[in-house]
Each structure stands twice: as structure tokens, then as C-alpha cells.
């Protein structure tokens, strides 16, 4: 005779499961890293360390004092490729002065922005800018090897669309962005070409917990600037501003991509309500 279930048994078998775990339970079927499997679809992004090798060259011949920043870099990126993931379905390949970040699941998207948007937003306190693109596609990323639709797509972004100091989104996976709340320094924006880019001075606003006395209700949650971190990337910039200014007749594209970066610093500092942080002046 079978046993009789016990009351919290039973009444487990006929409570609903709620649509969010059932959504994460699903997510995390489809996005799992399966080594040795044909490829399934993520989301990746290419990251490329801009000025890298001008680094590399000045550490050699007059600033030994960059190689706490060159190790530092390095040290950051390689701590991202081994950080551990209990769901198994992140995975970050770091070579030279590029990263490969992917996300497999329907919700993968918005685990490659939060990865891109910290590693780009600690470089920028080191007044390192990055250039990158994000897509996807059948792309195999396991054990450091990776290869595949969505890597091929990320860098042909990075290296034919971005150009300047900006992590490019493809068109078709802006509708694979399910969840966006409106902080003032936004997450996403639409540059001067209407290209959707990822907004790195967004990881310098940090944001109210949802319970906290300080959330707001709707689409706003509030929260605070990082001012400190703002001025590590102030400090940063304009370091990076003068360097490439005493360069402009043989590098002018350097010069290019830190002036759009000064410009979006600027902006940031706009939409931040009580900044006391002053613009760069780009004629430095």
C-alpha cells in the first residue's frame, strides 16, 4: 500500500510554481556550458584594451611606474576568465589585451552587459578605455577555447563598427533585453550614429536596494554616484587627453577616440543631479 503524502507534500504538489523560477529554471537549461557539444546560442562580447601596446612601450622606456598598472589590468581580466560561475553558463577568455565574455539562456544578454560593464568600468579608473562589440550566435566557449558564429560577429563589431572608445550592441539583440530600469547615468544609449552602445560610466551610479528606504517606486530606484570612482576616471582621462594631444600629429586617431571619451565623461556629469565634479576642458 503506498504511503500516505505528508501534508507539507502534498500541499508542495499543488502550489503553483512561480513564473520566475520556472523562467530561471529554463534559462539555465538552455544557457549551460556543455564542453564538447556542438554550439549552442549566446551572447558574446569582444573587448579590446585600447592604447595596450603604448602602455607596454612607455613602461619600457621612461615610466617603470605603469607596471603596477599593466599588472593590475592583466591581473583584473584574468581574475574575470577564473572567476567561478556556480550556474555554469558565463564563461570569460582573456589572451593579450583583448576578452571574450559570453552568456548562453534567453536572460544571457543581461549577464554579458553586467560582466562588460564592470571590467570596462575598472579600466576606466585606471584611465584605460576599451573598444567592443556584442552579438550573438552559435558560438563553442569552454576550457578557454572559443570559436563560433556569435565571437566572429563580436569582433567584426569591435573592429569595423566601434572604432572609437565604445562597446557596440548588434541590432538584433537589442530586443533580447528584457529588463531596464532608468537610472540617470543610463545603462544604454543611442550614439550620434544611432548605433546602440553600452553606457561604461553607468557602473559609476550605484543603485538603491529595492527595499531600501532610498528605492523609488516604477522605473526609478535610485541611488548615489560614485563620486570617487568618477574622479579616478577624471584623473584617468585627463592623463590619457594630454598624452594623446602631444601625439596628434602622428597618432590623430588616438586623439579621436579620448576626445569622444572626455565627451561622454561630460555628458555623465550632466545627467548626475548635485555633482560637484568638474568637465574636462578638452582644449587641455
Given at each position: 500500500?503506498?504511503?500516505?503524502?505528508?501534508?507539507?507534500?502534498?500541499?508542495?504538489?499543488?502550489?503553483?510554481?512561480?513564473?520566475?523560477?520556472?523562467?530561471?529554471?529554463?534559462?539555465?537549461?538552455?544557457?549551460?556550458?556543455?564542453?564538447?557539444?556542438?554550439?549552442?546560442?549566446?551572447?558574446?562580447?569582444?573587448?579590446?584594451?585600447?592604447?595596450?601596446?603604448?602602455?607596454?612601450?612607455?613602461?619600457?622606456?621612461?615610466?617603470?611606474?605603469?607596471?603596477?598598472?599593466?599588472?593590475?589590468?592583466?591581473?583584473?581580466?584574468?581574475?574575470?576568465?577564473?572567476?567561478?560561475?556556480?550556474?555554469?553558463?558565463?564563461?570569460?577568455?582573456?589572451?593579450?589585451?583583448?576578452?571574450?565574455?559570453?552568456?548562453?539562456?534567453?536572460?544571457?544578454?543581461?549577464?554579458?552587459?553586467?560582466?562588460?560593464?564592470?571590467?570596462?568600468?575598472?579600466?576606466?579608473?585606471?584611465?584605460?578605455?576599451?573598444?567592443?562589440?556584442?552579438?550573438?550566435?552559435?558560438?563553442?566557449?569552454?576550457?578557454?577555447?572559443?570559436?563560433?558564429?556569435?565571437?566572429?560577429?563580436?569582433?567584426?563589431?569591435?573592429?569595423?563598427?566601434?572604432?572609437?572608445?565604445?562597446?557596440?550592441?548588434?541590432?538584433?539583440?537589442?530586443?533580447?533585453?528584457?529588463?531596464?530600469?532608468?537610472?540617470?547615468?543610463?545603462?544604454?544609449?543611442?550614439?550620434?550614429?544611432?548605433?546602440?552602445?553600452?553606457?561604461?560610466?553607468?557602473?559609476f551610479w550605484t543603485r538603491a536596494e529595492i527595499s531600501s528606504e532610498n528605492a523609488v517606486s516604477g522605473d526609478h530606484w535610485g541611488g548615489?554616484?560614485?563620486?570617487?570612482?568618477?574622479?579616478?576616471?577624471?584623473?584617468?582621462?585627463?592623463?590619457?587627453?594630454?598624452?594623446?594631444?602631444?601625439?596628434?600629429?602622428?597618432?590623430?586617431?588616438?586623439?579621436?577616440?579620448?576626445?569622444?571619451?572626455?565627451?561622454?565623461?561630460?555628458?555623465?556629469?550632466?545627467?548626475?543631479?548635485?555633482?560637484?565634479?568638474?568637465?574636462?576642458?578638452?582644449?587641455?
Amino acid at each position: 500500500m503506498p504511503k500516505r503524502p505528508k501534508p507539507d507534500d502534498e500541499r508542495a504538489r499543488h502550489e503553483p510554481v512561480e513564473p520566475f523560477d520556472t523562467l530561471h529554471k529554463l534559462n539555465l537549461e538552455a544557457g549551460q556550458i556543455r564542453p564538447g557539444e556542438f554550439p549552442t546560442e549566446r551572447f558574446v562580447a569582444f573587448i579590446d584594451i585600447l592604447g595596450f601596446r603604448d602602455l607596454i612601450e612607455r613602461m619600457f622606456s621612461d615610466e617603470p611606474t605603469l607596471f603596477k598598472t599593466v599588472l593590475d589590468t592583466l591581473e583584473h581580466s584574468k581574475w574575470m576568465a577564473e572567476a567561478p560561475d556556480p550556474e555554469n553558463v558565463r564563461a570569460v577568455t582573456a589572451f593579450s589585451d583583448s576578452v571574450v565574455i559570453s552568456e548562453g539562456g534567453r536572460f544571457g544578454m543581461a549577464g554579458v552587459i553586467a560582466t562588460v560593464r564592470a571590467f570596462a568600468g575598472e579600466l576606466l579608473k585606471r584611465g584605460i578605455l576599451c573598444r567592443g562589440g556584442i552579438a550573438r550566435g552559435r558560438t563553442y566557449h569552454a576550457n578557454g577555447i572559443v570559436f563560433g558564429e556569435g565571437i566572429v560577429r563580436a569582433y567584426d563589431l569591435e573592429h569595423d563598427v566601434a572604432l572609437t572608445a565604445r562597446i557596440v550592441i548588434a541590432h538584433d539583440v537589442a530586443p533580447s533585453i528584457h529588463f531596464l530600469i532608468d537610472d540617470p547615468i543610463p545603462l544604454l544609449k543611442r550614439d550620434a550614429d544611432g548605433r546602440l552602445i553600452l553606457n561604461v560610466f553607468n557602473y559609476f551610479w550605484t543603485r538603491a536596494e529595492i527595499s531600501s528606504e532610498n528605492a523609488v517606486s516604477g522605473d526609478h530606484w535610485g541611488g548615489a554616484v560614485d563620486e570617487p570612482g568618477l574622479l579616478q576616471a577624471r584623473s584617468g582621462l585627463i592623463d590619457a587627453l594630454s598624452r594623446a594631444q602631444s601625439k596628434s600629429v602622428e597618432k590623430p586617431r588616438i586623439l579621436e577616440k579620448v576626445i569622444w571619451a572626455v565627451k561622454q565623461f561630460n555628458e555623465t556629469l550632466q545627467q548626475v543631479q548635485g555633482s560637484q565634479i568638474p568637465p574636462i576642458d578638452v582644449k587641455l
